[in-house]
């Protein structure tokens, strides 16, 4: 005996599959797993059966049962961990990622039974397999990324689209879990309300920017910044492009520092920024501000965060290696640090998220 995912497009009207069951049954195999799929060919049926001896009898008798003959029939083999119905198993791999978010290009090439699932950006114009669309499936978890499965035996079906839509939905929301109204405290005992930043907060981004030291900004933007340009605030505030969230003194005030977390070009990846005013630096302000958007990342999905900064700028370096960072040799005045994501914070029951920050006047952690 062995077991065969077998497809095959029926018409949709009644009596069509119980009459693939009785072809199936009259030449010995067991049906044991059973999901019907919407697509632009009609009704696909899919089947996992237990089959005696060679299957080819089997297929040819469901091909004459089906809508075009032997074109509309595929089968592969299957193994014994895919029987089971398709709700556990969705629902099996979203508890998965609740702890692993970064390892869903695994979970959805399980979901589909796809040969090959990784990350990739959907800005990029060649194709990345050469196989027949239909074969291709590209599932967006963002604006700019995406995970591309590939199954070449079996094309995608709407229904498995659906699917796997559904799944990332489930754990990614699309603009991510952005805190727009949590209470940090830093590990020296300080206090701050951050939120996301907006249009309305472009002045008081501007006010924060004329109070830092050129030396300040020149860590953050590589020369010294005193106004930003209309363009880099549509950044800091467009959420389509990240996240960007200010932090203000308990009680109100304009912001003493920001904090950015933006997609990039390298899918599974985020950059991550932030700048303190010089009166709240070296109070634990940047460490606060990077465990919480290391944790946005974590929630989105991203495998690694990286920072880049001048040379001589220790305190951010210091912060990065503290997370577990790498931080790599200076180039040309400039030094990059690398943190995975998976394991750089520790499991939380209230959620990564929730355990950084809390509502307004509650304890911080």
Request: glycine share 10%.
């Amino acid at each position: 005996m062995a077991l065969w995912r077998i497809r095959t497009v029926v018409e949709d009207r009644p009596g069509q599959l119980a009459g693939l069951v009785d072809a199936m049954a009259a030449q010995g195999g067991n049906i044991v797993g059973l999901s019907i799929h919407a697509d632009a060919a009609g009704v696909v049926d899919e089947f996992v059966v237990d089959v005696p001896g060679e299957h080819y009898t089997l297929l040819r008798e469901v091909a004459r049962r089906s809508v075009s003959d032997s074109d509309s029939v595929t089968a592969v083999p299957a193994q014994p961990r895919e029987v089971g119905d398709d709700v556990t198993k969705a629902l099996l791999l979203t508890a998965r990622l609740r702890s692993a978010p970064n390892r869903l290009p695994e979970a959805l090439g399980e979901l589909l039974q796809a040969e090959d699932a990784r990350w990739t950006n959907l800005t990029r114009s060649a194709p990345e397999f050469l196989e027949e669309p239909e074969t291709t499936l590209v599932v967006p978890v963002g604006p700019l990324r995406g995970v591309r499965l590939r199954r070449p035996d079996q094309p995608f079906t709407w229904t498995e689209t659906a699917r796997a839509d559904a799944l990332v939905r489930s754990v990614l929301p699309p603009t991510g879990p952005a805190p727009t109204g949590g209470r940090l405290v830093t590990g020296h005992g300080v206090e701050l309300d951050v939120r996301q930043v907006g249009a309305a907060d472009a002045e008081a981004i501007q006010r924060l920017h004329r109070r830092c030291s050129g030396e300040t900004t020149r860590r953050r933007y590589f020369s010294s910044v005193r106004q930003l340009t209309p363009r880099m605030l549509g950044v800091f505030c467009d959420p389509e492009l990240g996240l960007t969230l200010a932090a203000h003194p308990v009680g109100g005030g304009d912001p003493v520092a920001l904090a950015h977390l933006m997609y990039t070009l390298d899918p599974g990846v985020g950059e991550i920024a932030f700048l303190v005013e010089d009166e709240w630096q070296n109070k634990g302000v940047g460490t606060a501000l990077t465990r919480a958007l290391t944790a946005v990342a974590a929630d989105w999905g991203l495998a690694e965060v990286r920072a880049e900064t001048v040379a001589g700028n220790a305190q951010m370096q210091r912060i990065m290696r503290r997370m577990g960072a790498t931080v790599g040799p200076p180039r040309d005045g400039v030094v990059q640090a690398r943190l995975p994501v998976a394991g750089a914070l520790p499991a939380r029951r209230m959620g990564r998220l929730a355990g950084l920050m809390t509502e307004p006047g509650a304890a911080g952690t």
